[in-house]
């Protein structure tokens, strides 16, 4: 157990311990992309940030928006997988990547959706958005993503369209689109599995078009989605994630001139990523770090326990000890629960974002009886007759 350096003042208390963690700074990540974004998403540690919250042109990445609404939607029972949805002459007059879809075609959903997925089809998008839009319009469509987008948390994300094709006012930051690609792996892992597939064959009409644009998927480094884009606004972009052993990084680039550019910096980011940083447990649940004083308690002090293992990601190499800190206002006014939250420990990796980690009571510290009481009242009298009223908390 550490015990804390108290300060002078009774309400907050702060201390000083060495975590005994070997840490170098990590060579910082020179990317060529407009935008770069990469998360670790067990820690939800940011291991780069460029321009990530500056709306930009997302191209078909905005399309991940139309699939997570369609999931949700399916999940909802609002859509089924084997429900045939018909094709407008709207859906139909998109260029670009396409399914080729006509309006004779009657559409199964999951082929619409392995088709925005895989081959990118403008028109399959099209078709899944007006089939749940509010209005039956792909622009009402457009005007609930952005309002859903809203509400997970994608500040600097408006959508005019279904597909992402070139549009005034068509922007998401990549921040937005590592948050969105985190929804999409949290929220609905049964289909998940689809942003991994490297082909899929609609009807034989597209052989030109029945393969994933995704680079990584193939390479062997963990890669298992999300999705490409490409514009001549937006430059070449991707939405992607990556697993290693009990990592997952979420990453995104946009802005490159060239595919070859793309499939590059996006190899190199996933190997930076996973070679220059580790996760490491600084503290297991229940196992005290630290003290803190107790007011009118049966008990003077509590134990500050983590309510979890606490799992953080830092450099990778060797090097020297971090320091971190134990803070909570106090001394703490009993009766106190058992898994109270108490305190924090702050801990300062050199080069990443400071990490606030929440520490609760390890056991429960009832009021104190008369007695306390008492000696309570006493050590109050004493400390106003020896430094006077201010010297009283």
């Keep these: 157990m550490i015990d804390i350096l108290k300060s002078s003042a009774r309400l907050i208390a702060v201390g ?4 005994n963690l070997s840490t170098l700074s990590a060579t910082a990540f020179e990317t060529k992309a407009r935008a770069a974004y990469v998360v670790d998403q067990l820690t939800d540690t940011v291991l780069l940030a460029k321009n990530g919250e500056q709306p930009l ?3 078909s990445m905005s399309k991940l928006m139309t699939l997570y609404v369609a999931f949700e939607a399916i999940r909802d029972g609002r859509l089924t997988l084997d429900e045939k949805l018909p094709v407008s002459e709207h859906a139909m007059s998109y260029g670009g990547s396409t399914m080729f879809l ?10 619409l959706i392995r088709g925005v997925i895989v081959l990118s089809g403008n028109d399959a998008c099209v078709v899944l958005a007006e ?9 009402g469509f457009a005007r609930y993503m952005t309002k859903r987008a809203q509400q997970l948390g994608m500040t600097n994300s408006t959508f005019a369209n279904a597909n992402g094709w070139p549009a005034a006012g068509h922007r998401m930051s990549i921040q937005d689109l590592a948050i969105l690609a985190e929804h999409l792996i949290e929220d609905f892992p049964e289909y998940y599995s689809l942003f991994s597939e490297t082909e899929f ?6 052989p030109s078009n029945t393969r994933n644009r995704n680079p990584l998927l193939k390479l062997g480094i963990g890669a298992d989605g999300l999705k490409t884009g490409h514009t001549s606004e937006a430059g070449y972009g991707l939405v992607g994630s990556a697993v290693q052993g009990d990592r997952r990084v979420i990453f995104v680039v946009s802005g490159l001139d060239s595919n070859a550019a793309r499939a590059e910096e996006a190899e190199a980011l996933v190997t930076w990523s996973f070679r220059q940083f580790t996760q490491k447990t600084i503290a297991k649940a229940s196992v005290p770090v630290a003290q803190a004083e107790v007011w009118r308690g049966a008990q003077n002090t509590v134990g500050l326990v983590p309510a979890e293992d606490m799992v953080v990601l830092l450099p990778a190499l060797s090097g020297k000890q971090i320091n971190a800190e134990v803070v909570y206002t106090g001394p703490i006014e009993a009766p106190i629960a058992k898994g109270q939250n108490l305190a924090e420990l702050v801990v300062q990796p050199e080069d990443l974002p400071e990490i606030r980690l929440p520490l609760v009571a390890a056991n429960d510290v009832p009021s104190g009886g008369f007695i306390v009481r008492v000696q309570t009242a006493a050590s109050i009298l004493a400390a106003r007759f020896i430094n006077g009223p201010e010297g009283a908390m």
Excluded: M
Excluded at 16 to 19: N, S, T
Excluded at 102 to 111: A, I, K, L, P, S
Excluded at 131 to 139: F, H, M, R, V
């Design 102 to 111: 006509d309006t004779t075609d009657r559409v199964r959903v999951e082929d």
């Design 57 to 59: 042109p997302p191209a």
């Design 16 to 19: 000083g311990l060495a975590l």
């Design 201 to 206: 064959q609609f009807d034989g009409r597209a």
């Design 131 to 139: 089939a749940l839009s509010p209005d039956g319009t792909e622009a």
